[in-house]
């Protein structure tokens, strides 16, 4: 009886160590999907124009942040994204291969146009060819808003417009904290 009690513990002692030995074997083969992000900002556009001035772009390296007035008339600043006057576009393109899985901005008007009564802009987004979200006309008065955008279908281009409408008087137009989410195993930089 003793005997067979040593033997059971003997095949159990193998058996662990066998089923840990084989775990140790696959776990190269097991790829963990880490969902990663950065800021457009952080990457160098395709293309751009803007309608006045220049591209100004936000780092966590900038000395100077964006502002925006957000929700109850609360002054929101940001670290990261474009100050782009309008009429602007900004491209992003050959992003395929980091498998985009969503999109999200705040965009309206920055500070230096709060209360503006010429400012009048609408903002687009497109994935690619295909518009993904258009705003209503946005003034002076317009609280920021933020966006999230679901990325279903692998696409390989992002293009931030801003129209000016009429005229593009103190269009300060703002996409701030505009942020990639990926899941390809490499960064994108
Ligand atoms: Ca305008």
Known sequence: MERLKT???????????????FGLFLLPSINIVKERKVYLSDLKPTYYVVGYGQLKVYTEDSE???????????????????FAHAYSTIVFDDLKSYHLTKFSTYFGVNE????????????????DD????QSEVIRGDFNSEKIDLEIKDSINRITLVIDCLEGNGNDHGVWADPLIFYSANKELK
């Open 7 to 21: 033997i059971g513990i003997w095949i159990l002692i193998v058996v662990c160590c066998g089923g840990f030995m």
């Open 112 to 127: 230096t146009a709060r209360n503006n009564g010429n400012t009048s802009m609408e903002f687009m987004i497109y994935f």
């Open 64 to 82: 100077e942040v964006l502002a925006m007035y957000v929700g109850d008339e609360e002054r929101k600043s940001f670290e990261h994204g474009f």
């Open 130 to 133: 295909k518009k993904v979200y």
